[in-house]
């Protein structure tokens, strides 16, 4: 979100006010025209501010971006919502899922209390639901074998398989 906050226990009578700036600075922050997809739901000291979401507009998914962080942080899962998004949206997505952990997204999720909770705190109605994938492969494992390398591809190509307009190319 770009700003952090710490919050001791002498002022708690300050973290009202915090709170309240933090939800009008998230809503006007992720306001804007034009479509959008939903990440997830913003946070202050630990508590999730149901139905304050966190929104990428899709014409700014153009760009470069980066996905980083330790070991259980949530980059495979942020990358698994932002493909789904995507993939609602009519958008192609081109994954290289190295250790077949996005593969999931074929199939609708059997649910988990885990996941009905964590939407539940956002404010946000979870779907379950499958997403058309293909299964590319270089090697002789299970999918619609490559007989080029992405990188051989290059940057024209490419873009005519994912069926990229002019600004995504």
Do not use: C, W
């Not at 470069?64 to 980059?75: C, M, Y």
């Amino acid at each position: 979100v770009g700003d952090f906050y710490y919050f001791s226990e002498s002022r708690t009578d300050d973290m009202s006010k915090i709170r309240e700036q933090f939800i009008k600075e998230i809503k006007e922050g992720y306001s804007f025209k034009g479509e959008s997809i939903i990440m997830g739901g913003a946070m202050i000291d630990g508590e999730v501010l149901t139905e304050n979401f966190i929104r990428i507009p899709l014409k700014t998914l153009n760009r470069h971006g980066l996905i980083a962080g330790a070991t259980g942080t949530g980059k495979t899962k942020t990358l698994q919502v932002l493909a789904e998004n995507l993939s609602e949206k009519g958008i192609p997505v081109l994954l290289m899922d190295l250790k077949g952990d996005l593969s999931g997204l074929a199939k609708p999720s059997p649910g988990h209390p885990k996941i009905d909770e964590r939407h539940a705190q956002i404010g946000l109605p979870f779907e379950s639901k499958g997403f058309p994938v293909e299964i590319l492969t270089l090697s002789q494992q299970d999918g619609v074998r490559l007989r080029a390398t992405v990188s051989e591809f290059g940057p024209v190509l490419l873009s005519r398989i994912l069926d990229l307009s002019d600004v995504q190319a």
